[in-house]
C-alpha cells in the first residue's frame, strides 16, 4: 500500500532558494480561484451597461487547516516526516513561511518576495508568490514555547502560466500551450475543450507522462502538444 506524500512549499530563488518547508501533516483543503475583469459602463440610451474586458486576473490558491505539531517528534521520525517538528519545535519552519513573504533584494533586480511552489508528491503548483501567512497557535508547552499550531497559506499565480517555459527543454520546441485544470474538469473533457474528441485524452495522458488519468487534479498544470507533433 502506498503510503502518503508529506507536502512542502519550496523557496525557487534568492537567498532561500531551495529552502523547502516541509508541513507536519497535509492540508484539509486546497481551494483554486481565478477570474478576469470586467468594467460596466452605463449608457444613456439602454438598460442595460455596456461591458467592457479588462483582461485576466492572477490565479491565487489557499491551503488551509495545515497542523503544524511538534508534541510526538518519535513518531514523527518513526513515520518518515520532515520538517522542524521532527527536532521538537514547530517556530522554525513557520518562520520560515513568513520570510517567504519579505521582499528579498537578491531574487530579482526589482525588489520583491521571492517566487515558490507547492510541492504534494507527484503535483507541482506553477510559479507563486507566498500573499499571505495565517497562524493561530493552540498548545504551548510550561515555559510559553509553542508546539502545536494551525497555518493557512495564500499563494498568488507569479506569471501567466500560459507563458511559463517547460521543466523538460526537450519538449519547449513541442508545445504550443498549456492549461491548469479547474475544479470538477476532467481528462476527456479537457480533451473535448483542446482537441474537439474526447478520445484525446490518451495524447494529454501521454504528453504528460501521466500514470493514472483519472487521478487530475485542481491546479495541476498540463501541457497541450499538437496532436501530429
Known amino acids: 500500500m502506498a503510503s502518503f506524500e508529506q507536502s512542502s512549499i519550496k523557496c525557487l530563488e534568492g537567498k532561500y532558494s531551495g529552502v523547502q518547508v516541509y508541513l507536519t501533516f497535509n492540508p484539509e483543503t486546497v481551494t483554486f480561484s481565478k477570474g478576469v475583469k470586467w468594467t460596466k459602463t452605463p449608457k444613456p440610451t439602454s438598460d442595460n451597461p455596456d461591458m467592457d474586458f479588462g483582461g485576466g486576473k492572477s490565479g491565487t490558491f489557499k491551503i488551509s487547516d495545515i497542523t503544524f505539531d511538534a508534541t510526538m517528534p518519535e513518531v514523527l521520525t518513526h513515520a518518515g516526516k520532515q520538517g522542524s517538528a521532527v527536532g521538537g519545535t514547530i517556530t522554525t519552519d513557520i ?59 495564500e499563494f498568488v499565480e507569479a506569471e501567466d502560466a500560459n507563458t511559463l517555459p517547460y521543466q523538460n527543454p526537450t519538449s519547449r ?57
Not at 507527484?122 to 510550561?142: A, G, I
Not at 474537439?196 to 498540463?222: C, F, K, M
Open 95 to 153: 518562520e520560515q513561511l513568513v520570510r517567504f513573504t519579505e521582499i528579498d533584494k537578491t531574487a530579482s533586480s526589482e525588489p520583491r518576495p521571492p517566487k515558490c511552489q507547492f510541492i504534494w508528491g507527484q503535483y507541482k503548483s506553477y510559479e507563486v508568490y507566498v500573499q499571505h501567512v495565517s497562524v493561530t497557535y493552540e498548545l504551548f508547552d510550561s515555559s510559553g514555547k509553542p508546539l502545536r499550531a494551525k497555518v493557512s497559506v
Open 173 to 229: 520546441s513541442l508545445a504550443r500551450k498549456v492549461r491548469t485544470v479547474l475544479e470538477g474538469e476532467t481528462l476527456d473533457w479537457i480533451a473535448f475543450q483542446e482537441y474537439g474528441s474526447a478520445a484525446a485524452w490518451r495524447h494529454i495522458a501521454e504528453t504528460n507522462n501521466l500514470d493514472d488519468p483519472l487521478a487530475v487534479r485542481a491546479g495541476q498544470v498540463l501541457r497541450l502538444v499538437p496532436l501530429n507533433a
